[in-house]
Nanobody, 129 residues
């Protein structure tokens, strides 16, 4: 059973940075996808970034809206995936979730939230002065 636990959210001033963590268990470590989504009040869930692992190969995906400011990475030893967020804006205020599907996703499929069956509980990010 896959379990995902996010942490690292909080309040930050505009222009600041945060690093979110997603501690994962139950994944097949040689073959998986983990993605980051967010949802702001009154808005639809938005795909931000994903990482697909197949053996020694790692493929990263980013939404155009965040690709210049956010980056996804992993620590194999800690079974943790990170989302580094830089130059944060008030519009980045949302609950951030990590998620994992059954199997591995590539191409444009990574951004479709309906393909993800495993979700963390979310971590709140507030960008405000």
């Amino acid at each position: 059973q896959v379990q995902l636990v996010e942490s690292g959210g909080g309040k930050v001033q505009p222009g600041g940075s945060l690093r979110l963590s997603c501690a994962a268990s139950g994944l097949t470590l040689s073959r998986y996808t983990i993605a980051w989504f967010r949802q702001a009040p009154g808005k639809e869930r938005e795909a931000l970034a994903a990482m697909s692992i197949t053996g020694p190969s790692t493929t990263r995906f980013y939404a155009d809206s965040v690709k210049d400011r956010f980056s996804i990475s992993r620590d194999n030893a800690e079974n943790t995936v990170y989302l580094q967020m830089n130059n944060l804006e008030p519009e980045d205020t949302a609950v951030y979730y990590c998620a994992s599907p059954e199997g591995v996703l590539f191409g444009t499929l990574w951004s479709e939230s309906s393909r993800y069956g495993n979700w963390g509980q979310g971590t709140q990010v507030i960008v405000s002065s």
